[in-house]
């Protein structure tokens, strides 16, 4: 099966996503993903399935702390796991659109 990237490597088919697939486009931005970054995706993932938008940063801290409390909903910690733009990243790791704000 061949899958489509658009042309900031996202995915184009939200249906193709994978945890494997995941894994593959995150060393491809240099991210080994680990337990931490999964669940992190999973949250983005069901935020967007509620609001069929990816969270810009402001709604993923906030989305982070409800599900996963209050040291795991912070910039920095999101920062760390996801250098650069946290919500980019989780983003297109998570095989979903690039959230509207970011460049």
């Known amino acids: 099966m061949t ?4 042309e900031e490597g996202f995915l184009r088919d939200l ?5 494997e697939l995941a894994v593959e486009i995150a060393a491809a931005e ?5 337990e931490a970054h999964l669940e992190i995706i999973t949250v983005v993932r069901d ?3 509620q609001y069929q938008l990816s969270p ?3 709604p993923l801290v906030k989305a982070v702390t409800l599900a996963l409390g209050n040291d795991k909903g912070k910039s920095i910690y999101l920062m760390k796991l ?4 946290p919500a980019k ?5 998570g095989g979903l659109p690039k959230p509207d704000n970011c460049l």
């Open 56 to 58: 810009a940063m402001r």
């Open 47 to 49: 935020f967007y399935h």
């Open 3 to 6: 899958i489509a990237f658009d």
């Open 30 to 34: 240099g991210i080994t993903l680990t």
């Open 89 to 93: 990243l989780i983003a297109k790791i």
């Open 82 to 85: 996801f250098p650069g733009s």
């Open 15 to 19: 249906s193709a996503w994978s945890t």
